[in-house]
């Protein structure tokens, strides 16, 4: 039977790949979903057009898991790194962030049209490593006899992809480089404490998702800068307008400099965030 227009329409768009594999719920299906669109790109077989909006649903976003419960960030349990169960639970939490960028590229691609083809290709790269980062932590998570889900999580990161959903400038400004930035200045914190627990296997997991997530926050500060100099607006002024008009939350130090660097924050750019967020 010839294919239909539709069903082509729908088996080689990665902008609608990426809207089915966002409202994914279970993990391993998204993943695979991912990896389906980042073997389309590798093969060169592919379009960028905009989704069908009769098959959007935004109820369904984002796909994800009945478990974990969401909770307030500070109703999140806290317990010592030297138990197997408080170890358990700050990988339980990153394991949540990294679930929720799975998400967030996702909903990038699918959701603003109109951008050069390499933003498309970015974001696809970008949900790609973030999927291999959960489940690095997952299966760490499950040889402590743990599994994703037993533990409460917060959901301030995707609160914020909620709230920027309709201005790209506003998204990559706020999430990216804000919201995942943190996680530069956090990693060797949370990388100092695994060390001092003797668990190396989540050490050389830290190392390893530090070096890719420097890569996803240049891929924001790239795309942030490009839309500043499309609309002819001072990057350090809208940013600062943007962080009060969407309340983000308010950054505190120590900033891992070196990393904000790597990722294309310029000088100018770190002083104001020592400036303003000591």
């Known amino acids: 039977m010839p294919m239909s227009r539709q069903q082509h329409f729908s088996e080689d768009n990665i902008r609608f790949l990426a809207y089915q594999a966002l409202v994914e719920r279970d993990p391993l299906p998204k993943k695979?979903?991912?990896?389906?669109?980042?073997?389309?790109?590798?093969?060169?077989?592919?379009?960028?057009?905009?989704?069908?909006?009769?098959?959007?649903?935004?109820?369904?976003?984002?796909?994800?898991?009945?478990?974990?419960?969401?909770?307030?960030p500070l109703s999140v349990k806290k317990r010592s790194m030297h138990t197997i169960e408080g170890r358990a639970i700050a990988i339980h939490a990153l394991a949540h962030i990294e679930f929720n960028a799975?998400?967030?590229?996702?909903?990038?691609?699918?959701?603003?049209?109109?951008?050069?083809?390499?933003?498309?290709?970015?974001?696809?790269?970008?949900?790609?490593?973030?999927?291999?980062?959960?489940?690095?932590?997952?299966n760490h998570l499950k040889s402590l006899g743990y599994d994703y889900g037993n533990f409460p999580a917060h959901d301030s990161l995707w609160e914020m992809v909620e709230k920027t959903k309709g201005d790209i400038l506003s998204r990559m400004a706020l999430v990216p480089r804000t919201m995942e930035a943190r996680g530069l200045d956090a990693v060797p914190l949370i990388r100092a404490r695994f060390l001092q627990a003797k668990?190396?296997?989540?050490?050389?997991?830290?190392?390893?998702?530090?070096?890719?997530?420097?890569?996803?926050?240049?891929?924001?500060?790239?795309?942030?800068?490009?839309?500043?100099?499309e609309r002819?607006?001072?990057?350090?002024?809208?940013?600062?307008?943007?962080?009060?008009?969407?309340?983000?939350?308010?950054?505190?130090?120590?900033?891992?400099i070196e990393a904000r660097k790597q990722a294309g924050f310029t000088d100018m750019e770190i002083d104001f965030l020592q400036d303003n967020h000591p």
């Open 32 to 72: 695979a979903m991912v990896d389906q669109i980042v073997g389309c790109i590798i093969k060169k077989d592919f379009c960028i057009q905009n989704p069908p909006i009769h098959e959007i649903q935004e109820a369904l976003i984002p796909g994800r898991p009945q478990e974990p419960q969401l909770v307030n």
């Open 199 to 229: 668990d190396t296997e989540m050490v050389e997991i830290l190392d390893f998702i530090l070096k890719d997530e420097i890569g996803h926050v240049e891929i924001g500060n790239r795309w942030f800068n490009f839309l500043c100099i």
């Open 102 to 138: 799975i998400n967030l590229a996702l909903d990038a691609v699918w959701r603003f049209p109109n951008m050069p083809k390499q933003y498309y290709l970015d974001w696809i790269k970008v949900a790609g490593e973030e999927a291999k980062h959960f489940f690095m932590l997952k």
């Open 232 to 256: 002819e607006v001072d990057p350090i002024q809208i940013f600062k307008f943007l962080c009060q008009q969407y309340k983000a939350p308010h950054l505190r130090g120590p900033f891992n």
